[in-house]
């Protein structure tokens, strides 16, 4: 189970580059925003879907964090 303090830091600190996807077990979308901050010209491009994420982990509450991203890392370990 991940903890949603966890990946709203990592969305403060590492965002832009995937950190918080990758601990969440989007590693695919993990590598588009490490591309995006690779190449500069799709870095503000790459903060607006931070600023998203970030909003979308701090709104849900435990639980629906929880039934959310547990599916996901469930689903990939399968």
């Not at 969305?11 to 995006?36: C, D, E, P, S, V």
Request: proline share 1%; with cysteine; glycine share 8%.
């Amino acid at each position: 189970m991940k903890k949603k303090m966890t990946a709203i830091l990592l969305t403060l600190f590492t965002g832009a580059f995937g950190g918080h996807q990758f601990y969440l077990g989007n590693t695919k979308r993990g590598i588009l925003y490490l591309l995006g901050t690779i190449f500069c010209i799709t870095y503000p491009v790459v903060w607006v879907f931070v600023l998203l994420d970030l909003i979308k982990y701090i709104k849900c509450n435990e639980e629906e964090f929880d039934a959310t991203f547990r599916v996901v890392k469930e689903e990939a370990a399968a």
